[in-house]
């Protein structure tokens, strides 16, 4: 697990980004005025704007009050903004991540769990109902009791 120091307060982000930057100058060893970004504020964006999240369901992700994900959000609206209107390079802080990966199969109502081999990196980062459809469709039957009674199974585990 990729850890960066953050005071005890913050929450865990489950989605590492691909960068920790953004220079909008082509040498990076260069000092230009930054805006420092939380990993807090990028969730936030992430699942407003990439994710389509309301407020109510995004600040139910973060396990934070609605008014609080407000004040995330707008906080990272100004500093986006500010950055490329200024020409600022963006860079993150205060987060760490603890990236989960997921067993999807199934259930039966006799007890017997059976999961399938999914690729990760071919499901969205938060399914809907339709994807899962897609992903684990209940058109199956029990290995061991051969139950029509089937449902979806998805667990999660630390990486």
Partial sequence: MNTIPRPKSKRII????????FNPQPHRNVNYPLEILTFD???AMRLKHLAG??????ARLMDISQSTFSRILESAHTKVTAALV????IHLTG???????????YGCE????????IDQNDIMLEPTQEDMEIILPLDRECPKCKS?????????FER
């Fill in 14 to 21: 489950r989605h590492e980004p691909d960068i920790q930057y």
């Fill in 41 to 43: 504020e990028l969730e």
């Fill in 53 to 58: 999240k309301t407020q109510e369901e995004s």
């Fill in 86 to 89: 200024e020409g600022k390079s």
């Fill in 95 to 105: 987060g760490e991540y603890s990236l989960k990966e997921f067993n999807y199969g």
């Fill in 110 to 117: 006799c007890g017997f769990e059976w999961f399938i081999d």
């Fill in 148 to 156: 029509k009674n089937i449902y979806r199974l998805i667990r999660d």
